[in-house]
Every structure is written in C-alpha cells, then in structure tokens.
C-alpha cells in the first residue's frame, strides 16, 4: 500500500477540487467555491479584512480563555489607570480591564452584525424581489412603502424605534434592521428588473415554472450576491450605528462592555485618560475596516461586472 | 502624473485656502463685559416664574426677578424681605401682611406695587402649573384666592394662611420661583384667550430682579442683559450668557482655552484633569441636591422590609464617594440635606455584604433574585448604577441596569412600575418640609389616589406614623420643637422607608481666576449672578 | 418605414415608456405627500406608543395629580389616536406644525431657526466631499493600481469605517485643545449671538450680506472643523464610486473611439469619460447631500452645533412629538426634495433619459 | 397544429404606442418547421413570445393543437411547448449546473425519470455524461446552446420555437448546432418555427418561410421558391439580394430605412 | 509593391487571472492602398491586431513586433505623444457597434467637429461647416438636424455613417474598420459597405475590413487575410477564395449554410497542427 504523505493528500485534494468533470452536484458546488476562494485568496486587501473578521470571530470565540474576567467586575481603586503590562489597554472609569472589556464586546458586535443580517436580507430580498418581478400596483405599494423608510432619517428612526421600544441592546439591533432593510430592498429590486427579462427567466417561464419558483430558485440566488456584497459593506454601517445608539445612551446598556457605548461613558476621560474612550474607538474603526475590505473583496469575487478591483 | 499634479494642486489650494481662514482669526476671548458660562441648558423649557420647575429655569428666573421674600447673594443663610420691605404676622398666625419697598422698577419702566405682588401670586395658583403646589398648599385654590391674597393698599399686601402650616414655612415658600414678582402691566397686554400672558412669559421676562432676558435659544443659549436700575444698584457684568454645551469634555476644553468664564457640568475626574492649571480656579459649593434609591413596595421581594434593610447595607457608599464622585458628592443618609437648618448628621450605613447577605437570606431569598435597575443616563447615575449593580451581584442579586432619560423614566416612577430607582431629588424651597412632604407623607396609598408627585406615594409606603409626624412637624410653631420633631423623622425614616439617600452633591464650579463673586447658595434657585466681576 | 431603436424592439417588453409632463408632476407630488404621510404617521405612531411621557416633559416629574390630567386633556390626549392624528394633519395643513415643549416656541419657528444651521453644515461638507472626492476618485481610476490609487482606497476605507462621533471628538481635541488653530465647538463665538440678524439663516450668508466681516470669519472657522468630519464619509462614498463609475467608462468603446481620433489623454478622461461619470454622479452627490442632511446628528451633538439633528434627537428624547414630527418631515421631504431635483438634473445631463 | 389569426401586440399605450406586430396570421402544419425572416424590430421575435406566453400583449387568435390559447398558460401547455433562445450565455442561469437546470423542467411536470432522462438527453445532444456537473460559465458557446437545446427536448414536447438559435455563434458552431436541430426534429417529429435574421439560415431549416417586415408578414413563401429567387415581394427581393454578399451595384439599389 | 504600411512579427498577449493569453501570435503582413479583409472567428485574435496597430491596446496586454512601419516611421517604438498625432489623423478606426462607440452624451455633430479640431487649427464655426459636409458625404439627409442628435437618436445605419464621418474627417491614409457592419441588419450592411467603399476610392486610402463574415469580405475586399488562433493561417486574393488552400479555409466556406446546399451540413473539424506552422501558407 502505497504511503500518502501530506503533500499527496493535498494535492489529491486540489485535484479533487479542480477537475474539470464535476461527479456531483456537491462536487461541482465545492469546486465553485474553491474557485471563488481562489481567486479571493489572491486578493489582498480582501484577505486583510477576512483575517480581521476572522480575528474577531476568534476573540469573541475565546472570550472566556483569552480575559481574566468578565469585563464587568469593578475595582474602585483602580480607576482609569493608564495601560501598563497589568492592564494591557488600561481601565476604564470604574476601574474594569478595558482589554476584557473589548474582547467581550467583540462578542456583542457579532451578536448585532448576525442578529441584523438574519433580520434585513429575508425582508429586503423578498420585499425587493416580489416588487421587481410581479411589478404593477404590488411594485408600485412595496416601493412607495420602502421609499417612505429611505425618505427617513435613519437615525432618527432608529432613535424612535428604540425610544419606542425602550432602550437595549435587542431594541436597538431591532430598530437598526427596521431602518437598515429599505436599501436592500431597492438593490434587490433593481437587480430582479435586470434579470427578470433575461433569457433564463423567459426559459423558466416556458418550462412552466410557478412564480415562487422563478422566485426562489432563479431569481433570489442572482440578487443574494449584491447584496451580499452590500449587507458586508453596509456591516460597518450597521456597526457605527449601533455605536452610535449606544453612544446616545439608547443601544447596549451598562455594564456591558459595547463598543460604542464604551466610547459614550469614556468620552470624558478623553482630555486626561485618552485610551478610556480611544481604545474602543479604534476597535470599531478596526472591525468596520475589516467588513469594509471583506466587501470589496467579495465584490470582487461575486459581481465581476463592477468595475471596482 | 499630470493629472495627480493637478489634483495635488487643487488640494493644496484648498488647505492653503483653509490656513487663510485660522490665520485671520484673532482669538477674541470672552469680553470684560460679559460672563460667559458652558452648561447643560437642555432642561430649559421656560421661563414663566409659575412655571419653572428645572435647574437652569430657576437659575436664570432668580437673576431676572425679585421674590416677595429672598435669600440675598450677600448672605445665604437669612431669610430677608425681597421685594418687601417688611412683614407682619397676625397675632392668630394667620396672616401675613407685606410692605413693599418703594422706589423699585420693572425692566420696563414701570414702578413695582402692591397689585403686581397680589398678580403675581393668584397668578401662580390660577394658572395652576407643576409648582403652584408650593403656594396652594397653604390652603388656596382658584376660588378663595382672590380672598386670601389681596392687595390692601398701594404698597401693602396681606396674604392669609388657609391652612395649619406655620407661617415661617409660609415666608419660606415665598422665596421659592413661586414667589417671584412680575410685571402685570407688561404680562396682562400680552394675555390671550385669559392665559394670563402664560404663553408670552414662557419665553419673556418682565420683571424687576437684576438682569432681564434678551436672548433665549432653546438648547444654545441664554443671554441676560444687566438692569441698571436694580435696587441693589447696577450689576458689573453687562451680559451674563449661559451657553449650551452638552459634552462636559467640550466645556472643560472651552475653559482650559479661556472661551467660557466658567464650565458648570464637569465631572470629578475632569476637574481632577484641570487643577493646578494655571489661571484655573475650582470652586465647591455645597448643595442641597440629594441622590437617592427607591425600592418598590408593591414589589414582591423588594417590598420585604429585610430586604430593603439589606439594600442599605449593600451600597459602597465611601468607594463611590473617594472615586469617581470625589468632590462632588459625600456620603449623607437622610433626606434633608446636611449643613442647614435640622439636618441630620450621622451615616450610620456602611456597606456590610455579609450582613446584607444574612437580610436577604432572612427575608428567605438566600438563592439570590433578579431585579431591575432604573435610572438617568446623565453622569454620575450611570456609574453609581453599575457599582450597585456590582455590590448586589456579591449577595447573590442579579441586577439589569435599564438608563433612560427623565421623561422616560418618570412616568415608570410615578406608575408604580420601577423595581430599584437611582434618582435625585432638590428641595423647592429651603424648609425641611418640602422634602418630608415629598418622601415621608403619603396621605392615601390607594392606587387610585394617584399622588404621583410625592416619592412616598410611587413607592407606596404606606406608614401611618411618619405621615403623621411629617404633618405635624409641618404645623409646629415652635422652632426648638420642630428642629427636634425633623430629627426624629429623619432617624426613623432612615431605618424603614423604602429609600436609601445615599449622597449629597456639592457643585465644583470651574472658572477663570479673574472671574469672582459668583454666588451659588444650596439650593439649585439660589444662583446670583449680580456680584460678578471680571 | 419601419420604427428603429437602437435597442431593437425585442429589447423593450415591458419597458415602460416615458410618461409624458402631466404625470411626471403627477407622480412628484404624490410622492411628496405620500412621504409626508408616511413620515408623520410613523413618527405620530411612535410617538404614541413612546415610553416617554409628554405631559410630563412639559409638568415635570412632581407635578401633582390634578397639573398632570389638566395639561392631559389640554394636549388632547384623551382623544382616539386617529382623531389625534387628523387633527394635526389639519393643522400641520394650516401651516400649524404646534408647539414645541422643549423650546415653548412654535416648532415652524424652531424649524426656521435650526434647519439651516445644518443646511450649511452639510452643504459645505458635500461641497468639500465633491471638490476633493472627485478629483480623488477620477485620479485613481486613472492611476488604476498604482500609489494614488492605493491611497485614494486607503482613505475611502477610513471614511467609510471611522465612527464619526469618535472622530470628532479627538479632531476637537487636536485642533482645538492641543493645536489651538481652529475654533472650539459652537456655531459662532457667544458674544457675536445677536450680531447679525437672521435673514436665511444661514450665517455666512447673512453675515456677508450684512457685511459684517468679523462674524462672517468666524462662522467660517467654526465650520472648518465639524463639516470636514462630516464631509469624512462623503468624500470617501463620492471619491469611491467616481472611481468606479469612471473605471466602468474608462472600459468603454466610446473611450476607445476618443483615443482613436488622437486626443489628448486629458481630453479623453474629463471631455469625454468625465461627463458620463458626472451624469451618473449626479444622483450619487444628490444621495449623499440628503443623507447628511439627516444624518449630522452625531457631529451635532459633538460640536454643539444647533442643527436639526440635534433638534429632533433631544425632542425625542424629552418626547417632544410636534418637535421630532416637525423635524422629520422636513427632512423627510427635504430627502425627497433632493431625490427628485437630482432626478431631474440627471434627465437634463443624460439625453437618453430626456423623455421627449 | 399551430395558427395564429389577426394577430397583433402593441406595447406602451396612447401616443407612445409602439405596433409591433399588426394582424399577422399564418398557420404551421404538425411536423413542419415554419420560418420567420426579418430585420431587427420587424416583430419576428415578438410574434414568438406571444406565442409562448411570455407576452400578455397581444390581441387575436392563437391556437395550438386546436386549443384557443389564453393570455395565462396552464403547466400542461408548456409540456407540448418548448422555447430555446438566442443566446446562450443569458439563456442558462449561471448559477445552476447543467444538472439544475435539465433537472428543473422534470421537477415541475412531475417526471420521475428524472435520472435516465438527463443521461440520455445530454447523450442526444452530444455532450457526454461529464457535462452534467458543469456550470455554464465552464461551457463554450455551442455546448451552452446545446443544454439549452437538451432542456427544451427533455419533456419531449411536440412543438420547439427556436428563436434566432444560432445567430450569436461562430459560423462552424452554427453548423453544429443547425445539425443537431435537424437531426432532433427527425427523431422526434418536433414541430418548429424557428425566427432568424438569417435567410440562408432559414432556408436551410425550414420548409416554408415567411417575410416580415414593419410588424407584417410581407410574404409567405415555400423554401422552393427562395432557391429559385423567385420572390414576389420587392422586400424580399432585397433581402435577398443583400444575402448574398457584398455588390457594389445592389447597394446601389438599395433604399436607406432611417 | 508599394506599401503603406508594414507589420513584422506582430504578438499581442493577456495577462488575466488564469495566465497569459496569447491573442496575436507573430502575424507580418502589408498592406497598399487596397481593401485588406482579415477574416477569423471569434478570438481568433483579428480584433486585437487592429488595436494594436494603432497602439491602443488594453493595460493588461502587451505588444512586441519586428516594426509596424507606417511613413518611415515604427509605430510600435513610438511614444504615445507622437503616436496621437498618427491616430485619428493618419489611421483611423471605425468599430463594431455605434451604440457603443459613440459617446452617448454628446452631440454627434461635436463628435465628429472635435475629430476635425483635434489635428487642424480650425476654428468652431470651420469644424462645423467640415462636419456637415462630412455629414452629406457620407449620404446623410438633413445633415445640420443630425448635427445636433444625440447617439441614442439615430437608428444603427446612421451611427455607422456618422463614425465613419468622424474617423474619415481628417482625411487618414489608413482605415481600419473592425466588423463595421455585424450589428446591422443586412441591407444596411451592404449600405454602410458602399459608403466605405466610396471613401477609399476618393480618398485613396488603404483599409483593413475585420469581420468574422467570409462571404462578405471575399465580395467587398481586394485580398483576404484568414487568421486562426492569433496566427494569419493563409493569405489570398479574394477572387481566388474558391480554391482557398487552408483546410481551414475550405471548412469555414463548407459549413456556411447557403440556399443552394441541401442536407447535413459539413462541420468543421479542427487540426492542432494548424497552430504549429505546418499548413502556414504565406
């Protein structure tokens, strides 16, 4: 029996994955992504923004090993103390480890990015692509509707929602997806008017195939790309607005460590104790670069149509 | 790389552009003339003296009118005639008849008698605003007031007692924004559809007090323009601005560069920052501000008296106080404020978690429970919130911290809806009273009752005994007695109420050294701005 | 003989044909009053069903029981919702917007007062976002892969990721604190309040007009600070899309046939690829004007800046409905207002899309 | 099998309406394969589209196999009714492999042979099982129209509109595609119309053409006849003409359409 | 013979994501004041070799040849400064699609004085006299209401009548059309043709037609040049297209269907040797 050594496994593998003659359609799907990883791989500054993400998947993952605590345990007697081999990033006003503090929230952070993509891309795909395919009155209603929530000031309407709602950090991820779905809506729509008189739609349509079908499975799959590509660019939007409702006191509630929030209650600290509210400050700098760079490299790979590169 | 070079050029142009516009400022700091203070003015919503209710209404309303009775900026602690000169008490206590100074003068010109100070007062319980509570407790309401208050010549007033409360109290409430004198000539022209001229006074001023109202820009600013024919004589500032600047790191910068006087609203740890700047001056003034817990008593736990007991003992009051409440808060445990007349003194609760923890578990929820905490999102309420918070989790209780601004947060309060409330409290007027009235008389627990105003009452703390002694001590003539009687409340308020007052605030006013006699007395509408000099 | 497209007929199934001026006016008012309808119902809604209390944000929180169910029914509360709502859209109708709680002014007044505190802030930063931007964005397509266009990314990606509050702040700090070259928050120093008289509002202007030169210098170095940080994300979102509007026309046939006829290089960047990326930046600028427009609340609050933004936030806050309504509707409408100016300033830069 | 009566479909409405086909009728015969020539917008593709229900905007009389057809289609009318476009690059959905997309006509008319039926047909149309895995951006132009040729036969319908097939190809994979059609048609006795541009294309295919121009039928002819040259019509002695290659003297001739 | 210009050893290569590609592959040839047709399917590397003639082609190629001689000069070593003054004014260039290489926002008629302006000191009002006649010329009625239409205005026909205007206004001494006429329907084609054909008899011009359409080149051209995979597989006089030698040549005229030939049509059957010069037909 012949010795496989690693080498040959890999390049077993990469035979597997390129081979011109797909054996499934796993095969073939596997293949396609491979082929996307490729291409994405080569890129970058797309890769510079997946590793940051993936960092942040990371550190949120390892929370528990990579802290000493929990982020929240107080200690009064050592309040805003600069940062030091103790308390790597210093700490805060209530004397907690900044560096606890924002590795926890990186946990948060996810939570929001998840929770609000979970949220927008049924509501904008569906909203979108009923609009742009059965068009008429259905478009001209959907569209009126979704013009009316572009036509809001978004922070202010997420400033209402939450209002409404009472503040928290699941209110304030709520109100963002509430303000945050009407772009979707339009791309998707506008995607679906330019595919919806494509040959392949006419062809499913000859074949016999039902609305929800032509829906489903033609036309969704082609939009899901751009806005994919969009929800990942629209990530550190997101991100700064829920920043931002935390720094209007209306996102996460204390004592958990938000980023934004951190920055609002250390905004004061910025004259004497800088890294009080710097410090988070950059990290959502870091992590909105990161989906932005992700983005543009997904663009990249999704929608080669775009100019962009 | 043309291109690139014409972009370049264009981008050089601008920021050349861009330096050509700081050079040519000269940085004019403030003018000698002007006083120019960075504060928080969001509170501000008018300036109708039967009206204001907020920090900085009562502040600029006590600049701009004279009160029937004051404490004068020379002197805090004396109650002295304002725009009387002198009153009587009848022999029965009753009534009380005022001489008002002649030879004073409203902003306008007009000369100030008898008929504004008898306007001025039925005004206030005619149009029955959120104060007006201060005057109608004597008894008066809009049908008996034009009885009780009457002007009984040109320049005397009698105004008659309807109620049991002593007199002093009533001179008391006099000095309060209630109190304030207005222009009835000049208010009167400006009435529509019979408001009294609430509308126009809102956002006007007509009366006799040092400084009148020339600007008012909601969230901006305030400017308030000297009155040269004051009775105290001409202020030295010709303009006392108030502007509004809501970050404190932005009015720390504002007075480290010298663009404002003073900076009103800054944190301990920034004051911290600025001491031993040069030309910096730090201030403290004691005030009569309080910051408080409430427990609900309808709650299930909570309205354990044990467990209410273990809450005192489970607040770090000295960590906050020696941290990041240094210089503006110290630690005081009753609900009169300290340093002024029948205050109570001692702080006999020390955070004690074992003996917390031994309460609770008394009480029978030694596994811990889960509550709510409710409070302001302004500094430091954010802060003393988590520290609760944390010293709670040490006794097993599991706290959400829940920040909402006042106007979300009251009406959860006064629905009986709160679980654990960190809020603060100043007196209206300087009596003990006003705060007993507030904390420690709940007349009618009933849900229906609806006294929403009174902190008793939103907790429902239902004690026959201490709403007795809070209106008896209300009615004591006897000074001695009710110092005494005050006391006593406060002692056993301390041990049962649901509240537990855990600071008192003291105001750290930071200002330019040049900048002097800014007088700021214990309560939030004795501010003065008339002995400013620069 | 037979119609001709370019397109060719097979092209146009179901592609709607210009609809002809009647209902273009039509169709624009509409969806002017649509939006004012959708606007205020949203914000009326929420404003109902707000935690916060309005009748305590004007009583205060000790007001007794009888203050409060007076200013209760003086407000109309006690009224079913809708009625509440038709009532103010009548009024709103009359020109009657109400009262503002927090300010005790009419919120029209309110509205005149603060809108063009932000008009001016968000009009320079989209100036600043197009004038540099676009040259930005032109030259990196251009220099495609080279070091401008790494840079000009570099800075995109800054614009686009840097939470602004933050932002602002330490440039306060910066400029203001350490360097001393540029003037603190505020739209104008204090003591020049009253100064000039308000004639739009818009203090450069008036103060030009008015002559008064002093003023006018230093409402122009209170704006160099907070309309630079708010220009951040527009001169990123501008200077990107130039770029890849003008990398999509650089690959052009027609770009081909300009260098085929021997121009300049120049020529053919700005005389040609240029004004067909200027068509389509139209609707781009026009969409970052609006958006901040409404979205300088943030730089607002940094800056004391008393625009608009602010206005609505803190009348949210202090559940000032007729404030945050007011508000909302003018800049909803503004939004829209902008949309359809820009729609109509693309129809006239592009004849393809001149309907005639 | 097929007839169309006065038909007519206008697009857009009032003074911006465009006729593009104007009372148009002919009939094809079970078993043939029916031409339509044209120059771009004289309606050839229109008059298609209608037919195959992808157009709601026509007025007349359509029939196939005797049935008077609605503006809605029922799933068993595309059973008997197939369509394959013209271009292969739009006409395949990039992102479902050729599996997907033969797979997805057998889902929707419910066949259970799914498996067989891929097999053979990517055998019929002279792709090897090794394509059924593909996505079509792996496939060159002619192998692309051929899966679009296999996913209308799948169903074995009778009818096939083929619409301009081959007009963005490479002449030597017209060649290839027009014989796979003709094979196709000889081995299931498929009914065609087939639209083109292309008169020797059509000539080549067909058994009877028509002539359209401006939205008409200007003449219906037999392929004979075309062979012959001997058209009535002068438009299609122009189109003729112009077929053939360049001639400076019939260039002369011609008449500008602009 | 006579030549205006001379290409030795032309290569044009790609460098894309899957490596370089080889478009253009050592092709010489020359060309008099005559029709030159280049002939080939898609990617047979025609339409790169007109670009690279005039210099124009893409960032991600690059160009190598012995020379391209044009008037003594080498445009393949010349700078892109004196290669503008070739373009436009010397060779010029009409391309595929109107609807395309027209920009779309601006004024045919600037179009094309802008062409005239950019090699002559003319002044706007003189440009603009030279377009309308240009405009006449190329049988366009109503030339000074054409003068101000926009390219989405004008039928396909007319677009390739005004580039031709455009590119033939400085009167150049080459023109290279690239399928000027596959995006018309066929009676234009034969119009577009005529006016083409016009102009290089009057202005005694070389031309380069590329089209992918061997019939019409062999009728319209006076030489044919057949390329297959980046290299000139044959070179003939079109009359003598009939005895093409290339087996590729004779497999593209076999599977053209016509209205003579019946049946099955003949299918072209590909050789990799083509590609290694072993039929290179010079």
């Known amino acids: ?309 | 790389m043309k291109l690139i070079k014409r972009g370049v050029y264009s981008v050089l142009a601008l920021v050349g552009l861009t330096f050509l516009c700081i050079s040519s400022v000269a940085y004019a700091k403030t003018p000698s003339n002007t006083l120019v203070m960075a504060k928080s003015i969001s509170d501000l919503i008018t300036l109708d003296p039967a009206e204001v209710f907020e920090l900085t209404g009562g502040e600029v309303i006590c600049n701009i009118y004279d009160r029937v009775m004051m404490f004068e900026a020379e002197d805090l602690t004396k109650l002295v005639g304002g725009v009387a000169e002198s009153y009587k008490i009848s022999g029965n206590g009753k009534t009380v008849t005022f001489k008002i100074r002649s030879g004073q003068k409203f902003h306008s010109g007009n000369p100030v008698t008898a008929s504004d100070v008898e306007f001025s007062l039925r005004r206030v319980v005619h149009l029955k605003k959120t104060p007006s509570f201060i005057l109608t407790q004597f008894g008066w309401d809009k049908d008996n007031v034009d009885k009780l208050i009457k002007a009984t010549g040109p320049m005397t007033v009698s105004v008659t007692n309807n109620s049991d409360f002593s007199a002093g109290l009533l001179l008391n409430a006099l000095s309060a924004g209630v109190g304030s004198v207005v222009d009835k000539k000049v208010v009167m022209s400006h009435e529509k559809n019979g408001d009294m001229g609430y509308e126009w006074l809102k956002t006007n001023s007509a009366g006799s007090g040092p400084f009148s109202l020339k600007t008012w820009k909601a969230n901006e600013l305030v400017v308030l323009e000297a009155n040269p024919e004051h009775r105290h004589g001409k202020p030295k500032m010709k303009r006392v601005i108030l502007r509004h600047v809501a970050e404190p790191a932005a009015q720390r910068l504002l007075v480290e560069k010298g663009d404002v006087d003073m900076a009103r609203n800054l944190t301990p740890d920034q004051i911290k920052g600025l001491k031993g700047k040069k030309g910096i001056v730090i201030d403290n003034n004691a005030k009569a501000g309080s910051v408080y817990m409430a427990t609900n008593n309808t709650h299930p736990i909570l309205g354990n008296a044990d467990v209410r007991k273990a809450i005192r003992y489970v607040v770090d009051y000295e960590g906050m106080a020696n941290s990041f409440l240094a210089g503006q808060y110290k630690v005081h445990q009753s609900f009169w404020p300290g340093g002024l007349w029948a205050s109570l003194e001692n702080n006999p609760f020390k955070q004690d978690l074992t003996k917390a923890k031994s309460l609770v578990s008394k009480a029978g929820h030694g596994k811990g429970f889960k509550i709510v905490i409710d409070t302001l999102t302004t500094a430091p309420f954010p802060e003393i919130a988590q520290s609760v918070q944390q010293s709670l989790s040490k006794i097993g209780v599991e706290a959400e911290i829940i920040l909402s601004e006042g106007k979300t947060l009251w009406p959860k309060y006064r629905a009986r809806k709160h679980e654990l409330i960190i809020a603060r409290w100043s007196p209206d007027y300087v009596d003990p009273h006003s705060n007993a009235d507030a904390f420690a008389h709940n007349p009618d627990n009933r849900q229906e009752a609806k006294l929403t105003g009174k902190p008793a009452w939103r907790t429902s703390w239902d004690d026959k005994g201490i709403t007795a002694l809070t209106e008896a001590a209300a009615r004591e003539l006897d000074l001695v007695k009710r110092e005494q009687m005050y006391l006593d409340l406060q002692r056993q308020f301390q041990q049962t109420a649901p509240f537990t007052f855990m600071f008192q605030s003291s105001e750290q006013l930071v200002r330019q050294d040049r900048v002097k006699g800014f007088v700021s007395g214990a309560n939030f509408d004795l501010v003065f701005y008339r002995l400013v000099s620069k | ?356 | ?258 | 013979m006579q030549y205006l210009l001379n290409v030795e050893k032309l290569s044009v290569s790609f460098e894309t994501p899957k490596g370089v590609v080889d478009a253009v592959r050592e092709i010489s040839f020359t060309l008099g004041k005559e029709r030159l047709g280049i002939v080939g399917e898609s990617g047979s590397g025609k339409s790169q070799t007109g670009r690279a003639i005039l210099g124009l082609t893409s960032k991600n190629g690059s160009v190598s040849a012995n020379h391209i001689l044009f008037d003594g000069a080498d445009l393949s070593r010349m700078t892109e400064r004196d290669m503008r003054k070739i373009r436009g004014a010397r060779i010029s260039m009409i391309m595929q699609d109107p609807r395309y290489s027209l920009n779309p926002v601006m004024r045919v008629g600037e179009q094309i004085a802008e062409a005239f302006r950019v090699h002559t000191r003319a002044s706007r009002r003189q440009a603009k006299d030279r377009t309308i006649e240009m405009l006449n010329r190329v049988k366009i009625r109503e030339a000074d209401k054409v003068y101000n239409l926009f390219p989405h205005e004008v039928s396909g026909g007319m677009g390739q009548r005004i580039m031709i205007a455009m590119m033939l206004i400085p009167e150049p001494d080459i023109l290279i059309a690239d399928e000027p006429t596959s995006a018309l329907d066929v009676t234009v084609q034969l119009q577009i043709l005529s006016i083409l054909d016009d102009m290089v008899r009057e202005q005694g011009m070389g031309l380069i037609l590329i089209s992918h359409d061997l019939n019409l080149v062999s009728s319209f051209c006076d030489r044919v040049l057949v390329m297959y995979g980046g290299q000139i597989l044959e070179s003939l006089n079109a009359s003598d297209l009939n005895n093409a030698k290339h087996p590729y040549t004779r497999g593209l005229l076999n599977c053209l269907p016509s209205l003579e030939r019946q049946g099955e049509l003949a299918v072209l059957t590909r050789d990799p040797k083509w590609l290694e010069g072993g039929y290179n037909i010079p």
């Open chain 1, 1 to 309: 029996m012949p010795q496989l050594s690693t080498k040959n496994i890999f390049s077993k593998y990469r035979y597997w994955l390129t081979i011109a003659t797909p054996q499934s359609v796993w095969h073939a799907r596997f293949q396609r992504v491979y082929i996307a990883w490729l291409s994405f791989s080569k890129n970058p500054i797309a890769m510079t923004g997946l590793y940051i993400i993936l960092s942040l998947l990371i550190l949120a993952m390892f929370a528990p090993l990579i802290t000493s605590g929990d982020g929240t345990s107080q200690e009064l007697q050592n309040r805003l103390l600069a940062p030091s081999a103790n308390h790597w990033l210093g700490t805060d006003e209530l004397g907690r480890d900044i560096f606890d503090r924002i590795v926890w929230g990186s946990q948060i952070t996810l939570y929001i990015v998840i929770l609000v993509a979970i949220i927008v891309l049924p509501i904008g795909l569906l909203i979108g692509t009923v609009a742009g395919y059965i068009g008429g009155w259905v478009d001209t209603i959907l569209m009126r509707v979704t013009d009316i929530f572009l036509a809001f000031p978004r922070l202010i309407l997420a400033l209402a929602f939450v209002a409404a709602l009472g503040p928290g950090l699941d209110n304030a991820v709520l109100a963002i997806a509430l303000t945050a779905w009407s772009p979707f809506a339009r791309i998707a729509r506008a995607e679906t008017l330019t595919i919806r008189n494509s040959e392949h739609i006419l062809a499913a349509r000859v074949q016999g195939a039902s609305t929800t079908r032509i829906l489903l499975h033609h036309i969704t799959p082609l939009c899901l790309s751009s806005v994919i590509v969009r929800l990942t660019l629209d990530m550190a939007g997101i991100i700064l607005t829920a920043a931002a409702l935390g720094f209007l006191g209306l996102g996460a509630q204390p004592p958990m460590p938000e980023w934004g929030a951190m920055i609002s209650s250390g905004r004061q600290y910025l004259l004497d104790q800088w890294w009080v509210p710097t410090i988070p400050g950059i990290a959502i700098l870091i992590v909105s670069m990161g989906f932005n760079l992700l983005g543009d490299g997904l663009r990249d790979v999704l929608d080669p149509r775009s100019g962009e590169g």
């Open chain 3, 1 to 356: 003989m037979g119609l001709k497209t370019p397109l060719g007929l097979e092209g146009m199934v179901n592609k709607s044909f210009p609809p002809p001026i009647v209902g273009q006016l039509f169709r624009l008012f509409s969806s002017l009053i649509l939006t004012f309808i959708g606007l205020t119902a949203i914000t009326f809604i929420i404003g109902r069903v707000m935690p916060a209390d309005p009748v305590l944000a004007i009583v205060g929180d000790r007001a007794s029981r009888e203050v409060y169910d007076a200013m209760y029914l003086q407000m109309g509360l006690d009224k079913p919702l809708i009625q509440q709502y038709l009532i103010y859209i009548s009024n709103v109708v009359q020109g009657d917007f109400g009262k503002s709680i927090m300010t005790a002014r009419d919120v029209l007044d309110d509205l005149i007062r603060f809108f063009p505190a932000t008009l001016e802030l968000a009009t320079i930063a989209t100036l600043i976002g197009v004038f540099i931007g676009v040259p930005m964005g032109v030259g990196a397509a251009v220099y495609q892969g080279q070091w401008f266009d790494h840079l000009v990314r570099v800075i995109g990606l800054f614009g686009y990721s840097v939470p602004i509050f933050w932002l602002g702040m330490v440039a306060l700090l910066i400029f203001y604190g350490w360097l001393d070259v540029l003037p603190g928050p505020g739209r104008i120093e204090v003591f020049y309040d009253g100064v000039v008289n308000p004639v739009t509002g818009i203090i450069l202007i008036d103060s030009a007009l008015q002559e008064e030169w002093e003023v006018f210098w230093n409402a122009v170095d209170h704006l160099i600070l907070p309309s630079t940080i708010l220009a951040t994300f527009a001169l990123a979102y501008i200077a990107r899309m130039t770029r890849s509007f003008m990398l999509d026309q650089l690959n052009q046939e027609y770009v081909l046939t300009a260098r085929v006829k021997g121009l300049k290089e120049s020529s053919v960047i700005w005389g040609h690829a240029f004004r067909n990326v200027l068509v389509q930046l139209i609707t781009i600028i026009g969409l970052t004007y609006a958006s901040l427009l409404e979205g300088s609340v943030l730089t607002e609050t940094i800056f004391s800046w008393p625009g608009i933004g602010q206005y609505i936030t803190t009348s949210l806050f202090n559940a000032d409905m007729n404030a945050v309504i007011g508000g909302t509707v003018v800049v909803g409408i503004c939004f829209v207002g902008i949309n359809i100016l820009s729609d109509a300033l693309y129809k006239l830069a592009d004849p393809r899309a001149r309907g005639d």
């Open chain 4, 1 to 258: 099998m097929i007839d169309a009566r006065d038909l007519s479909i206008t697009f857009g409405m009032g003074a911006s309406a465009v006729h593009a086909v104007q009372k148009v009728s002919f009939s094809v015969k079970q078993g043939e394969s029916y031409g339509i020539v044209g120059e771009s917008g004289s309606g050839k593709s229109t008059i298609l589209r209608a037919l195959a229900g992808l157009n709601k905007d026509w007025s007349g009389e359509l029939r196939v196999k005797d049935v008077i057809l609605s503006r809605k289609r029922s799933i068993d009318f595309y059973r008997g009714l197939q369509m394959v476009f013209q271009d292969p690059y739009g006409s395949l959905h990039p992102r479902h492999t050729v599996n997907d997309i033969l797979n997805e006509p057998l889902i929707i008319h419910k066949f259970s042979d799914r498996e067989r039926r891929i097999n053979q047909v990517l055998k019929e149309v002279g792709l090897g099982s090794d394509y059924r895995f593909r996505f079509p951006h792996q496939l060159s132009g002619g192998q692309r129209q051929r899966i679009s040729i296999a996913r209308a036969i799948i169903i074995s319908p009778s009818i096939l509109l083929l619409d301009e097939p081959t007009s963005a190809l490479d002449v030597s994979v017209q060649a290839e595609i027009l014989n796979l059609l003709q094979g196709m048609r000889a081995a299931h006795n498929l009914t065609y119309i087939l639209v083109s541009h292309n008169l020797s294309v059509v000539a080549h295919m067909c058994d009877r053409l028509a002539i359209m121009n401006a939205g008409k039928i200007v003449e219906e002819l037999d392929v004979e006849h075309l062979r012959q040259k001997t058209p009535e019509h002068p438009y299609t002695k122009q189109l003729l003409q112009a077929s053939t290659g360049y001639d400076r003297s019939i260039a002369d001739t011609l008449e500008w359409f602009d």
